[in-house]
Nanobody, 125 residues
Framework: QVQLVESGGGLVQAGGSLRLSCAAS????????MGWFRQAPGKEREFVAT????????YYADSVKGRFTISRDNAKNTVYLQMNSLKPEDTAVYFC??????????????????WGQGTQVTVSS
């Protein structure tokens, strides 16, 4: 059974930065691409970013491109989301997830088979 545990969320002012982490259990972390999604109150869960198994390939939602950076450390079984220039509209619960698809372009919720419990990010104006 795979467990994903997010951390690093919190309250930040607009223009500030946060770094989210997602620690994965198991020995096969490097065999899977990973992604970050977010869900704001009353809205559907939406894609944020994804990273390939090796970390060489990344893909972002247009809304975060140039501000967020996804990365991973396979030795530590951890994926990160560095969020800069945060805006109030970035406020949401952020989830990391694992996908069995290796394209590095998986943007749909149903492409992912394991999810973390989420971490709250609140950006004040």
């Amino acid at each position: 059974q795979v467990q994903l545990v997010e951390s690093g969320g919190g309250l930040v002012q607009a223009g500030g930065s946060l770094r989210l982490s997602c620690a994965a259990s198991g020995r096969t972390f490097s065999n899977y691409a990973m992604g970050w999604f977010r869900q704001a109150p009353g809205k559907e869960r939406e894609f944020v970013a994804t990273i390939s198994r090796s970390g060489s390939g990344t893909y972002y939602a247009d809304s975060v491109k140039g501000r967020f950076t996804i990365s991973r450390d396979n030795a530590k079984n951890t994926v990160y989301l560095q969020m800069n220039s945060l805006k109030p509209e970035d406020t949401a619960v952020y989830f990391c997830a694992r996908t069995p698809y290796s394209s590095g372009r998986s943007t749909y919720v149903h492409d992912y088979d394991y999810w973390g419990q989420g971490t709250q990010v609140t950006v004040s104006s």
